[in-house]
């Protein structure tokens, strides 16, 4: 372990065709049937509403649950996920329903089971996918950049060939997206959307509403920041408070002055460019190089696996008071840093 670790710490000092009004609104909502083939969801998308797990899916990747949801009996929750605050130190399967009472985490190769939901504010990111069966629900919104393959139907217009949404398109009645159709980043799944068995499901660093982003962060492409799509990346002008749905994807920048409140997890590779200060409890969902001169709050949880100041933890622990950072630093997916702590520039998800 030894070796891994300081190979990580190395390696970070080392380092128009369709418009919206042209679809008619029906009477009774309906639901949307996903024909045969993955559905590619190719940048940050919200679920707005409970969203049901219709068969067992897989966790492609490191998962964000928000509250509410529910993980049914016979979910496989893996070790370094983090479930109601507790880590999860081994494979662990649901002897019964478990309703998710604060930001989640699923590990990577965890499996959701058949009957469990997704509540509102969880995000998917790009890299999941839907099966064939999957359904969206009327509401649902297919955001601009969407790419509909041939032989889609949308709101009763059909496909004969790929096409690119110019602008955003809202399901109102029988919709079906064919194989390789792509959901772009900004998308919305209404509650009662169903996902069907097979998909699989991936989240990318996620900022909670009472965050600021100090001035200077950056969004990388297909990232959402305040339910608004980034599609080239977006370097913010001001400091940005968190008000609604925000996932930063893969390269993005959080600057110095920012504040991340509780229920924010780090995910995918996110660089901390300068002080920043957890507001509430942030989850480690990827292994973390924490820079010297931050400061883990008392109460953060220091999963197995990872090294504080030289010093390597066997099971995870539970600090008993605020530890500053001298030396090699790297936390372990499961780890959760506790309100009050601060990070320094040069911390970094990997």
């Given at each position: 372990m030894s070796t891994k670790i300081g190979k990580l710490a190395a390696a970070f000092f080392m380092a128009g065709l369709l418009c919206l009004s042209q679809f008619?609104?029906?009477?009774?909502?309906?639901?949307?049937?996903?024909?045969?083939?993955?559905?590619?969801?190719a940048g940050a998308t919200t679920i707005s509403g409970s969203t049901v797990v219709a068969g067992a899916i897989n966790v492609a990747g490191a998962t964000v649950v928000s509250a509410g949801s529910v993980l049914e009996a016979g979910s496989v929750i893996e070790a370094g996920s983090i479930v109601n605050g507790e880590a999860v130190a081994s494979s662990t399967v649901l002897a019964?329903?478990?309703?998710?009472?604060?930001?989640?985490?699923?590990?990577?190769?965890?499996?959701?089971?058949?009957?469990?939901t997704f509540a509102s504010s969880t995000m998917l990111a790009a890299g999941t996918t839907l099966a064939a069966g999957t359904s969206f629900e009327a509401g649902s919104?297919?955001?601009?950049?969407?790419?509909?393959?041939?032989?889609s139907v949308v709101n009763g217009t059909t496909f004969s060939s790929a096409t690119t949404l110019s602008s955003a398109v809202v399901v109102s009645q029988s919709t079906s997206l064919a194989a390789g159709s792509t959901i772009a980043a900004g998308s919305v799944l209404a509650s009662g959307t169903a996902i069907a068995a097979g998909s699989a499901v991936v989240s990318a660093t996620t900022i909670a509403q009472g965050s600021v982003l100090a001035q200077g962060?950056?969004?990388?492409?297909?990232?959402?920041?305040?339910?608004?799509?980034?599609?080239n990346g977006e370097t913010f002008a001001a400091n940005t408070a968190i008000v609604a749905s925000t996932s930063l994807a893969g390269g993005s920048i959080i600057a110095a002055g920012s504040t991340l409140a509780a229920g924010s997890a780090l995910?995918?590779?996110?660089?901390?460019?300068?002080?920043?200060?957890a507001g509430g409890s942030v989850a480690v969902a990827n292994?973390?190089?924490?820079?010297?001169?931050?400061?883990?709050?008392a109460g953060t949880?220091?999963?197995?696996?990872?090294?504080?100041?030289?010093?390597?933890?066997?099971?995870?622990?539970?600090?008993?008071?605020?530890?500053?950072?001298?030396?090699s630093t790297v936390l372990a997916s499961g780890s959760t840093v506790a309100a009050s702590s601060v990070f320094a520039a040069g911390t970094m998800v990997i």
């Open positions: 008619p609104v029906p009477v009774q909502a309906q639901s949307v049937a996903l024909v045969s083939g993955a559905i590619t969801i019964s329903a478990t309703t998710v009472t604060s930001t989640s985490i699923l590990a990577a190769s965890s499996t959701v089971a058949a009957g469990s919104e297919l955001a601009a950049g969407s790419v509909i393959t041939a032989g962060s950056f969004a990388a492409s297909a990232s959402v920041v305040n339910a608004v799509a980034v599609s995910v995918s590779s996110t660089t901390i460019a300068g002080t920043t200060f292994t973390a190089v924490v820079a010297g001169g931050s400061t883990l709050a949880v220091v999963a197995a696996g990872s090294v504080v100041n030289g010093a390597s933890v066997s099971s995870a622990t539970v600090l008993s008071s605020s530890t500053v950072v001298s030396g």
